[in-house]
């Protein structure tokens, strides 16, 4: 046995209520093991009651705190009651109805009924005897509590979300907070995702001592879809862990898009269904209808009771005009900007030929002795197997008409007078039936005729020429017009060029003539969009020119009287002196006479004639 001394050292380092350790020497002591409890459960405290032979229990006291030391909240007095089960019993009264002592049992022990947090302490039990040393026994009890709760917080929005997390959009980023609150010890956090294990990452806030762990989701996945996010905190293996669970919601964009209608021939007249699906979507696809770029509405659209599948069912009534025409299907997420999907059709549409008979180069009349080419446009699906001509109703071949030749969708003609007020037509043939072009009528024209019966009237004081024909009308539309240009007398240069719409009726001016003193050439001509018609050509001469002339036709109206004298008395002179010539010569003579007499007649008419010399050319001769 050691001595006091060392006695009084162990009593110290091992913690033992501080007792005075020489008043502790007359002591029995025992030390149990921790007890672990969970609030709300009873726990049983043991005290060391062993007696020994012929001795007693005198008194028992229960301390609370590390001390041992002060008020006992239990106390069981036996020392003036003839046996220990008809002891008194005296208890605090924030332990009345919650706490008890049982002796009955090997090892005596304290019942603590519904603990609290507040409980978990060190626990000394003290025994005094008659004769023997006091006994002290002590435990710790250590009271676990779990989280008060487990919450879970939305980053983006700082909201607290119950049961479900979402919805989100397919492809974004998702970061959760979770949240431990309170917990003794303080829990482990952990995320689970379908109940496994993602992220242990969990931390200590030092300002509120919960225990949190963030969870980063990137890029949310469709597979995602109704998965479940656990967050559970765990601080005790005999109770569950604390848990909040979440299923993800997330917008989903389509995942396919299909027209299942047979990609077959379409006819006009009978009226179809298209059908299109799309798969995939969550909330269910808008789906539209699209023709090239304009939006269809014949069309219903139904959703399966998982909202995934869309069918879409178009009622449409095949056209011509959409032959070649692309047909959308749209699939859209209505919750997703630029999630849209779309699958295509280009629509084959068979139609009997659709036909149209024109002038080639899109004319409307042909020239007499032209030669002129009818075209027969053809809009088909299919493509035309036959192609047939009729001229006034008649089908005609390459040989069945003159001047005719047929090649296929054209018809080349040599046009003349005989066919104007003709009919034409064409048909065509494809698997779809035969259809007849319009009636072409050719409206046959000529090039015009040029004016006739030129005059050209001068005017010497006004330097004016009024130059006047008159029109050659014949079949040749109603837009001739009639052109009058001035040339130099050599037509090397052009002076002026005048237009009339109605009558072929000119005047130039002084301003038009441009050069004075000079032969000027007149071309005159008619024109239409038919053509030009053939020139006439006129030349006078100018002012100047007309005046010189006009002074000697005065000199030889003046002189006329003294001609005539004079060749009467050359006559008689000659009958006299020249007698005896011979025949001959006095015929030479009555001769020259003659031509003299001529001269003063013309010089007569030129005296009383308005206009200028007028001399007609020839084209050939310019």
Known sequence: MTNDSEFCVE??????PPIDCYAALKIMNKVYPELKTIVGS???????VTTAPDDT??????????SGTGPPFYTIDARESPSFQKSKHFLLDSYKDRVSFNISVQTAVLVIDSVREEDSSEYSCRVDYKWSRTSISVTRLFVVVPPKDVIVIDNATGTRLHTIAGPYKEGTDLRLKCIAIGGKPLPTLIWFFDNQMIDDSYIVDNKTGNVENELLLKHLKRDFLDSVLSCKADNYHSLPPISASLRLEIYLKPSSVTITSKNEPLRIGRKIEMICVSKGSKPSANITWLLDRFILKEFRTTHSTDGMVSTSTLTY???????????????????????????????NIYFRPKLNLTLANDASFVVNGSETQLLCSVIANPEVTEIHWLFNGKLITNNSIKGVIINKDRLVINVTEKHHGSSFECIAMNSEGKARSNHLHLDVYSIPQPPKDCEIDGNRSANVFRV?????????????KFYLELYDSKRSVLLSTLEESNLPHFTLTESDLKIQNETYIFVIYSKNENGKSAEIVLSTESEKMMRRKADIKDFNLLNLPIIGIVAVTIIAIVAIVAVSKSLKCFLNYLQRNDANLREKEDSQKLANNKTPDVIPLSVDSL
Not at 11 to 16: D, E, G, I, L
Not at 57 to 66: A, R
């Open 11 to 16: 009593w110290k380092s091992k913690s033992f």
């Open 42 to 48: 009873s726990v049983q405290l043991p005290c060391n």
């Open 57 to 66: 229990i005198q008194l028992i006291l229960w301390y609370k705190g590390s």
């Open 317 to 347: 009534n095949p056209s011509p005009a959409h032959n070649g025409s692309t047909l959308y299907c749209l699939a859209e997420n209505p919750r997703l900007f630029n999630s849209s999907i779309f699958d295509s059709r280009v629509l």
């Open 468 to 480: 006047r024909c008159v029109p050659v009308y014949a079949n040749v539309g109603k837009s001739q």
